[in-house]
């Protein structure tokens, strides 16, 4: 155990939170440090004073994972309900299952037709002169064709990202299964559920330990590096180096909120399909707590956007012009030394919750793991590009 190793977590998020208990429990003194009031980060959830609805502030987050370590690990913070994410899109006037599947083929082109005989049929609808698809057009002729292109993906992705699918990478989309029979299950990880009194009380069990203190409302700044040992930062990975080569992209969301009685949705989101609806989907929050009550309901209308110096970052754009940026970024940042990017904005990439704690586990175990005191600590432990 080590009496007087100083560490400071930039971000109280996931990864700060995760990171800090690790080293917290090997005897560090952890300073936690978010420039907001309160912990959690994007994964914040709170009570909605009026009706009691649990809601996801920025946005749904549903935990998903087949990482058994990771899920022993929420689990050991957390009570974990039963949830599975089924979403809906609105397109063209009617509403479908996603992701796409044998009822979504069904029903947009009105057949009835067997697992294969779907497969069958896409295979001819979909643009087989596509080999090696690079970009999210590309993905989507090749797997579901034009209609349930058009219908489903290019105006929600239009919306999205704000710019042309064939502008974007192929790897978005690949989040994203097609399926041949009536899984209408969002994921296919072998864990998936909500906790049951949000995400805030979670990460704020996790932070829960003498050896961290955190400091809420409070900015960290580059010159205060030197009073710690070492620095974890999680925050924008082009903050911390003043923007040097200018803001790295990303999009941000805006939720319009809307109060109903009774339900209004009857699911936690529907998506919308089409380009002349604003709004990429609204979320009704306590559908995401099946097991509660209520009678109210808080809705968020959610419209994205780029992001300005002012709002806070949600998903990294990472096109080509973001990806030069980023190279530049991650070679100044090699230069540091006591310091180590982790995170959604540590590293500028689209991570989903299960694969942040397993970075921040590896990146808390590659810290303990070092041979010696002062041996060096990575930069990055998972690389940004
Ligand atoms: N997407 C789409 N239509 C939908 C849902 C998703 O075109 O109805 C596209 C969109 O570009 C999105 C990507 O698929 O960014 C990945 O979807 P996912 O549901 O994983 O996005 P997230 O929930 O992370 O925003």
New binding site residues.
């Given amino acids: 155990m080590r009496e007087n190793g100083r560490i400071a977590v930039v971000g109280a998020g996931l990864s700060g939170a995760v990171i800090g208990r690790e080293l917290a429990l090997r005897g560090y003194k952890v300073e936690a440090f978010d420039t907001r009031g309160h912990i959690a980060g994007n994964c914040h959830t709170e009570r909605d004073p009026d009706t009691g609805v649990m809601v996801h502030v920025y946005g749904?987050h549903i935990f998903h994972t087949d990482d058994t370590e990771v899920w022993d690990y929420v689990n050991g913070f957390q009570t974990f309900m039963p949830y599975k994410n089924r979403v809906k899109?609105t397109s063209g006037g009617q509403v479908f299952s996603?992701p796409v599947n044998l009822h979504t083929i069904n029903q947009f082109f009105g057949k009835t037709f067997r697992p294969d005989e779907a497969k069958a049929f896409i295979e001819e609808i979909a643009d087989t002169s596509i080999t090696d698809p690079q970009t999210?057009e590309e993905q989507a002729m090749r797997f579901v064709g034009k209609g349930l292109y058009e219908a489903?993906?290019k105006g929600?992705?239009q919306k999205?990202?704000g710019c042309s699918p064939t502008e974007l990478p192929a790897s978005?989309?690949k989040?994203?299964p097609v399926r041949f029979n009536y899984d209408d299950n969002y994921f296919a990880h072998k864990y998936q559920g909500m906790p049951e009194n949000g995400y805030t009380d979670m990460i704020g069990r996790i932070l829960d330990h003498p050896g961290i203190a955190v400091h809420l409302s409070t900015p960290f700044s580059r010159a205060q590096k030197d009073d710690f040992d070492h620095v974890f930062w999680s925050g924008p990975l082009d903050s911390y180096l003043d923007h040097e080569f200018g803001p790295l992209g990303y999009r941000t969301l805006d939720f319009e909120r809307f109060t109903h009685d009774g339900d209004y949705q009857g699911t936690a989101v529907m998506?919308y399909?089409d380009v002349d609806v604003p709004y990429t989907r609204i979320t009704e929050h306590k559908h995401f707590s099946p097991w509660e009550e209520h009678k109210g309901s808080v809705c968020y209308r959610e419209f994205s956007r780029e992001c300005g110096p002012a709002d806070i970052p949600y998903y990294p754009i990472r096109l080509v012009k973001d990806k030069e940026q980023l190279e530049q970024y991650v070679a100044r940042a090699q230069q540091e030394t006591g310091i180590t990017f982790v995170g959604r904005l540590g590293t500028y990439r689209y991570l989903d919750m299960d694969v942040t704690i397993r970075e921040a586990l590896d990146t808390a175990r590659a810290f303990l793991g070092r041979t010696a005191e002062n041996a060096p600590m990575p930069v990055f432990v998972k690389s940004p590009i």
């Fill in positions: 749904p899109t996603l999210f489903f993906f929600y992705t999205q990202w978005i989309l989040r994203l998506n399909g």
